[in-house]
């Protein structure tokens, strides 16, 4: 081996290769990509099946599941303001505290109409999760950390 082909003298690939190496040619910054997505996917079936458990606990009709299922979805309607405030309003209807918040609620103080609520807007956030439906960055309404929808 000489000098110039030693392994001292072997330039080192940037810090970031490994990490380019893992993603797709056509990965976007900021989506999650392989294993963690595959996880993240099975996250959101579980909490879909819990939501539901949840559900069956209230007593109420299984029509409602679907009837409410896309009121989380009409969060879209603050994307008129702009994107910024979309996406914030977006988020807030499409992660686990305010269903959580509505489930708490609808256990302390009895109250079937709020733990319904909460059930859907977990079983809305568990699908949305498993058919990579993620949160949505402020520049774009098509980008999530979860995967790219529509043309990007």
């Not at 959580?100 to 977990?122: D, K, M, R, Y």
Request: no cysteine.
């Amino acid at each position: 081996m000489t000098a110039a082909h030693s392994p001292a003298n072997t330039p080192k690939p940037p810090a970031d290769a490994k990490i380019s190496a893992l993603t797709q040619p056509e990965a976007t910054v900021g989506v999650v990509t392989g294993r963690p997505l595959s996880w993240l996917r099975i996250e959101g079936l579980a909490v879909a099946g819990a939501a539901l458990v949840v559900f069956a606990t209230t007593g109420q009709p299984w029509w409602l599941i679907p009837a409410l299922f896309l009121v989380p979805d009409l969060s879209w309607l603050a994307y008129l303001v702009g994107p910024r405030v979309g996406a914030w309003t977006y988020n807030l209807a499409h992660t686990a505290p305010l269903p959580l918040a509505l489930l708490g609620a609808g256990a302390g103080w009895h109250t079937s109409a709020l733990t319904v609520a909460g059930a859907v807007g977990l079983f809305h956030l568990g699908l949305d999760r498993l058919m990579k439906y993620g949160l949505k960055y402020d520049h774009s309404f098509g980008i999530t950390h979860l995967g790219v929808h529509g043309d990007h």
